[in-house]
Structure formats: C-alpha cells, structure tokens
C-alpha cells in the first residue's frame, strides 16, 4: 500500500508531526471533558439556574447561594457519571468492533445533542435527563481517545504525550471558569446567559472533532486484530518512520502485534463485559485482575479529594471565609496554577515512572489537604467570634493549600489513572478494558459529587480530612497491587501480568524468570526485535521451554511468507 484512500493526514505527515497532528485531535476531546467538568462549578452559582432547578435561593443581601435541597442540586450534578458509565462500555464495545475513528466520531455526535439538551433545559427533570445523556457522549469519548492516542504512540514517549492532552483538559476547566465568572457580571449575574451560554460552549470543540476526526489514521494494532495487515503496516510506517532502520522498527513493531493477536486470541476466548470482570475464560492473561486494578485506581483518584475540589471550589473558599466574588475569583486562578502544573508531569511521567508519579502525589496531596482543612476550620471560627484579620489570614492559608493540592494533582494523579488502563490490557480488548476504567471514574465521580453537597454541609472543613487520610491509604494500595508500566511495550504487557496472584513483587520476578529463559521476549524496547515468539508464545514459556504448534494468524503468514 502506498497511501491511504481518500484524503488522510497519514498521506501527508509522518513520525513527530504525525503524532503530534493524532494528538492535537485527541486534546479536542480531552479539552471538552475538562470544560464539561468544571462548566458546573460556576453554573451551581448562577440565580436563575438556582431559582429554575428548584433547589435553593441566592441570598438578596449577601448575594450567596443558599442550598435547600442538596441532595438535587448534588444529583443534577452526579447523574452526569451515571451516564458517563453507560456510555463508556457502550464506547469499549463499539471501539473494539468498529474502530476507534468511528467511536470517537460516535460519542462527539452524542455529546452534542446532550449539550444541546442541557442549554435550552426548563426545569430539573429536563436538566437531569440532559445531563445523562451528555455524560454518555463523555463516557464513549473517554473510553476510546485515550485507547486510540496509546496505539498510536511510541512506548518511551506514551506518557508524556498523554500527560500534554491532559493539560488541555485542564485547560478546559480554566476557560470554563473564567468564561463563567466573566458573565456573572451581565445584568448583575441575573440573567440566563450566564449558564446557558456556557453549557453551548462546549459543542464548539465537539464539531470540530466531529468534522476532523474522519481525515485520521485509524489505529494500526486495531487494523491488525481485524486482519488489515497491510493498512497497518503503511500507518506504522507513517508513525514510525519509511526510511532506513525505522523501517525496520515499524515491521518488527507489526509482526510483534500480529503474533500477540494469535496470543491473545488464543489464550482468551471469552471477552464480554461480565467475562472480563470475573476473569472467566481469560486463561492466563488475567484480565479479571487488571479490570479490577484500573477501576479501583479510578476511584482512588476521586477520594483523593479532586471530585470535591473541582466541582466545588466556590464552596470550598466561603468555608475559608472568602465572600462569593472572591471564591469564584481565587478558584479561577487556582485553575491556572492546576493547568501549568501538569506540565510537570510531562517531563517526569517517562523518567521516574506511573508508580513513583503517584507515590509523591499522595504524600503531596495528602498534606495540602489536612492543612487546608485545619486552616478553613480556624478561618472558620474567627468568622464566628467576630475577629476579622484572623479569619482573612486563616483563609489565605487554606486557599494557599488547595492551591498546592491541585497544582500537586495535576502534576500527579490526573494523569496517570488515565493512562494506566489504556497501556495495559490485551490487544483484543485494550478498548472495553479503558471503558473498565472509566467505569471507575464514573462510579468515584458520581459518588462524591452527589456526597460533596451533604458532606460539606454535615461536617464542613472535615471533608478535607477525609479526602486527606484517603491519600495516605492509596501509597500502600499502589505499592502492593500496581505494577510499573513505564518503558514497556503494550506488547510486553501480557508477560507483565503473567504472575498467578496479584502481587507487584511477583509480577516482576514473573517478568525476570521469562527475560532470564528466554531473553528476546522482553527486549523490543532495547533492540527493536520481537516481543512475542512467533513459534511457541509468550505464557507457555513461563512453564519452561516447551516448543507449542506456531500460533501465526492467516492475514500474518500471507504477509511473511
């Protein structure tokens, strides 16, 4: 093959350029999850939203929302994950059967007619099924774009360029707030514009992903599971290079996939949603375990407090003592701080490693976040006994530490519960095995923004403990169940998770004992050759030396004969 049908980026650039063309599309879609997450914090606090959905009054003389059913306004908010979680398997499902392009182009069309719905809603039963549907949109988008940048991606450098979409997603959360605070100015804050507007906003990157996606290489390790050998083989030219030894690179990088397809397909022959959670028919892939680790490691990231502080910012600063115009400003601008920290992560992600990200975070989280708490509790006890400059300075000292909580996060633990599930599953279900994942995010998002409202009305600043305490939980939970990704091949992945228990310290003398017998199995990343012995397997090999019947595909003995 020469060139690919009909106009297609891949015809035209190739290696860094190509990449970084694949990823400027995927950032349209990141940038939308983050403008959608953080859209709500600012739309919480406009009057006529309040007044409409029924669920409080803003205050006529302090000029501050007053709640009066949490419990709706925390479940317009929620309902959002419930759909998310519906439509991130629907986008595993449909990923692994038609093709990354044509999901991503799938859940940018849903997106846009829950965003459509939510921006002309009337009431909250309207608001509610709105943003149900949204979440959908979301749900399949989140499933398959972070699938789609990982197979395309080289393995030394996947982090870092999951960690820059992950910049515009922060990026989104910042233009949503500054966008909203700059229209609480209109008519005083009064007028529906300014949440309507905001929520409208967003379908502009929807339609532009909708309308470029389709001029996109389709993913190359997809291409191959479906038999189209020789369209992958032009992609990875294109990705990896035409000339010379990347030539050689890119054809030893397709015959390693083709015979991890012959693998996978025949060490797992039951690979339904239900098959996957409880490990059944997965032989020793292990799929069951891996299901369990991204889900888990999503839900962590929420209780590690970004759920409450993302969302509910504002409320988190009129605890410290802050009026409602200043908490809307400082969480603008501790946003900002948020999106340049994830830089961070870009420099660092591929040097010190996933498990070491989150090590540092953890720690770094979980300190900002007792002091924060601490601070806002003495900010708010100087409020109450009339003392003025202590309750400023208090509140200074709390908004300091969620300023180092997110700045932390981003540099950290926003990055990598992403990654991780698109990195480590089996080929023939890389796509449902990241839904798994955001079903994680879904079920830990849902579930704290429905309890953030109650939480922080019941105990106060003690929430900030408790997120704080679930930090010091995940270093050891890491530690003992998350093997380190980092520099490994998605091909290599399979050995990693060859061990029969669950521990990291057996996953990787598992790992060795295979480099130690058969050493070619595991150092494509260093030289290039295959991961995956074409004659006797990867698994077989961890029993011993036994030769098994050549495990080649048809479409890969017509292309290597």
């Not at 989104?172 to 906003?201: M, Q, T």
């Not at 839904?435 to 019941?458: E, K, Q, R, Y």
């Not at 790992?511 to 295959?530: D, I, N, S, W, Y």
């Amino acid at each position: 093959m020469e060139r690919l049908p009909g106009f297609n980026v891949a015809n035209f650039l190739e290696k860094r350029q190509l990449l970084i063309a694949i990823n400027c599309v995927a950032a349209l879609s990141i940038f939308f999850f983050g403008y959608d997450q953080g859209m709500m914090g600012g739309v919480n606090n406009a009057k006529d939203y309040i007044d409409l959905m029924g669920f409080g009054y803003v205050d006529p003389v302090t000029e501050e929302p007053i709640v009066t059913d949490s419990l709706l306004q925390g479940g317009i908010v929620s309902v959002y994950y419930l759909g998310t979680l519906f439509g991130c398997l629907l986008g595993g499902w449909v990923g692994d059967k038609l093709g990354r392009i044509k999901t991503i182009a799938l859940g940018a069309a849903w997106a846009i007619v829950g965003a459509s719905l939510q921006c002309s809603a009337q009431n909250h039963n309207w608001m509610i099924c709105a943003r149900a549907v949204n979440g959908i949109g979301t749900g399949i988008l989140n499933a398959i774009v972070p699938v789609w940048a990982t197979e395309t991606a080289e393995h030394t450098s996947r982090g870092q360029f999951i960690a820059i979409e992950f910049t515009l997603n922060i990026f989104g959360v910042v233009v949503a707030y500054w966008l909203e605070f700059g229209l609480s100015f209109i008519d005083n804050g009064d007028s529906p514009l300014r949440w309507r507007f905001p929520i409208a906003f967003q379908i502009i990157p929807l339609l532009v992903l909708l309308a470029a996606v389709w001029f996109f290489p389709e993913s190359p390790r997809w291409l191959v599971k479906e038999g189209r050998v020789e369209e992958a083989r032009f992609i990875l030219h294109r990705l990896r290079g035409s000339t010379g030894d990347d030539v050689v690179r890119a054809d030893s990088e397709l015959h390693d996939i083709s015979n991890i397809v012959a693998l996978e397909s025949r060490e797992s022959q039951k690979n339904s949603y239900l098959h996957m959670l409880f490990g059944t028919g997965s032989g020793e892939l292990h799929t069951g375990r891996r299901v369990q680790l991204v889900i888990w490691l999503q839900i962590i990231q929420e209780w590690v407090g970004i759920a409450g502080v993302t969302v509910y910012a504002p409320t988190i600063f009129r605890i410290a003592g802050f009026d409602t115009y200043k908490s809307q400003w400082i969480s603008g601008l501790n946003n900002i701080f948020y999106m340049f920290a994830t830089l961070i992560c870009v420099f660092t992600l591929d040097r010190i490693g996933r498990r070491w990200t989150l090590y540092w975070g953890a720690v770094g989280q979980g300190v900002a976040m007792f002091l924060a708490g601490a601070f806002s509790k003495l900010g708010q006890d100087a409020t109450a006994n009339g003392d003025a400059d202590k309750a400023n300075s208090y509140g200074a000292a709390a908004a300091s530490f969620v300023f180092i909580f997110t700045s932390v996060f981003g540099a950290t633990w926003l990055t990598v519960p992403w990654l991780y599930p698109a990195e480590i599953f089996p080929l023939q279900v890389r796509a449902k095995g990241n839904a798994w994942g955001v079903v994680g995010w879904s079920i830990g998002n849902g579930w704290l923004t429905l309890l953030c409202p109650v939480m922080f009305d019941a105990i106060g600043s003690t929430t900030l403990h408790i997120f704080g305490a679930c930090n010091i939980i995940a270093i050891p939970i890491v530690w003992a169940f998350y093997p380190e990704s980092n520099q490994r091949t998605l091909e290599e992945m399979d050995l990693l998770f060859a061990a029969n228990t669950p521990w990291v310290w057996d996953a990787e003398k598992t790992f060795a004992r295979l480099k130690a017998e058969q050493p070619e199995l595991v150092q494509a990343a260093k030289r290039g050759e295959h991961v995956v012995d074409p004659e006797a397997g990867v698994l077989t090999h961890s029993r011993g030396l036994k030769q098994e019947e050549p495990i080649h595909t048809e479409s890969e003995e017509k292309t290597y004969q």
